[in-house]
């Protein structure tokens, strides 16, 4: 028994052995190849870090510079100069064009979306917005529910209520969450479905009683019930 476990364990180092050798052959027949990709690899790695920093976070600071004047005529409501620029600062749409593959260029998006949305221009707010991803749950939030003002503008009822519900959910909070489920209730309200709206009121009254849409929320609840009771 002992002699045939040696014999089983002489054949497993001899299989390991040979594995090893027809590896070094392969190694030895394909030494120009293999370097050639690792060499390839490598170049890769250094032009990925060597363009983020020499190019891109370069380019990320000169946009945040660029967008200064843009952002303070949001803030003054000077929609236009803060979309398309004074002649020598450039707007969000201009960001939007110059600085492809910054944070800014994202922000642009966002700003581009609610000058469009506040000038009645509902479809361009469309197209920014959805053009917009943020990591900050509240600009996030108010993005999806930017959408969601936008697309009842439009009178797509089913969109608006989507991003609604979205902005409501995305950041959980007792300021933005229960103002869009309140628009959601509104918009259930004016599809007809009065029994959500009844549930979306109800959550409000129950998981944010402290909000301002919870002072009101009774003669929601009792109007959704008396709309319920007459079908």
């Not at 299989?15 to 890769?44: D, R, Y």
């Not at 917005?129 to 509240?138: E, P």
């Not at 993005?143 to 995305?170: F, I, P, R, S, V």
């Amino acid at each position: 028994m002992a002699k045939d476990n040696e014999v089983k364990a002489d054949k497993s180092i001899g299989a390991v052995e040979n594995s090893l050798s027809k590896a070094e052959h392969f190694v030895e027949q394909n030494q120009k190849v293999i370097m050639i990709v690792v060499g390839a690899i490598a170049v890769v790695i250094l032009g990925y870090f060597g363009f983020k920093k020499l190019y891109l976070a370069p380019k990320e600071k000169e946009a945040q510079g660029a967008m200064f004047m843009a952002e303070k005529y949001f803030e003054k409501d000077s929609l236009k100069l803060a979309l398309n620029g004074d002649g020598t600062n450039p707007g969000f749409l201009d960001i939007i064009s110059d600085y492809g593959m910054t944070k800014s260029k994202n922000l642009a998006h966002y700003y581009a979306g609610l000058c469009y949305l506040k000038q009645g221009q509902f479809q361009d707010a469309v197209d920014q917005l959805k053009d917009f991803s943020g990591d900050d749950q509240i600009v996030s939030s108010m993005a999806k529910g930017a959408l969601g003002d936008a697309y009842m503008e439009l009178g797509d009822n089913d969109n608006a209520l989507k991003y609604y519900l979205k902005a409501a959910d995305n950041s959980k909070n007792q300021f933005s969450t229960p103002m869009y489920l309140m628009k959601a209730g509104w918009t259930y309200e004016l599809m007809g479905n009065y029994a959500e709206a009844l549930k979306v009121y109800e959550r409000i009254q129950k998981e944010y009683y402290q909000s301002f849409e919870a002072r009101e929320i009774e003669k929601y609840i009792a109007r959704a019930k008396g709309m319920i009771a007459q079908k």
